[in-house]
C-alpha cells in the first residue's frame, strides 16, 4: 500500500503543478490539457485499486495463515 500511496500522491502533485503551468503560462493547448487531466486521473483510480486490491489479498493470506481464518 505504501508503493501506491506513493504513486498516487506523485500522479496528483505532478497534475497540481502542470495544472498551475497551465493556468499561468498557457502552455498546453486546451485539447492537451484535458487529455493528461483525464489520463492522470484514470491512472490515479487504477493505481489506488491496485493497491486495495494487493492490501486486502495480503492481509487475507496473512489471516489465513495465522490461522484466523478457514480455507
Same mark, same amino acid.
Given at each position: 500500500?505504501?508503493?501506491?500511496? +506513493?504513486?498516487?500522491?506523485?500522479? $496528483? =502533485?505532478?497534475?497540481?503543478?502542470? *495544472? %498551475?503551468?497551465?493556468?499561468?503560462?498557457?502552455?498546453?493547448?486546451?485539447?492537451?490539457?484535458?487529455?493528461?487531466? +483525464?489520463?492522470?486521473?484514470?491512472? $490515479? =483510480?487504477?493505481?489506488?485499486?491496485? *493497491? %486495495?486490491?494487493?492490501?486486502?489479498?495480503?492481509?487475507?493470506?496473512?489471516?489465513?495463515?495465522?490461522?484466523?481464518?478457514?480455507?
Amino acid at each position: 500500500m505504501k508503493i501506491g500511496a +506513493i504513486i498516487c500522491l506523485s500522479i $496528483f =502533485v505532478a497534475w497540481v503543478f502542470m *495544472s %498551475l503551468l497551465q493556468l499561468w503560462f498557457s502552455i498546453l493547448s486546451s485539447n492537451m490539457f484535458w487529455k493528461l487531466t +483525464i489520463t492522470a486521473g484514470a491512472l $490515479f =483510480v487504477v493505481v489506488l485499486a491496485i *493497491s %486495495l486490491v494487493v492490501r486486502e489479498y495480503i492481509a487475507d493470506k496473512k489471516l489465513k495463515e495465522d490461522g484466523y481464518i478457514d480455507s
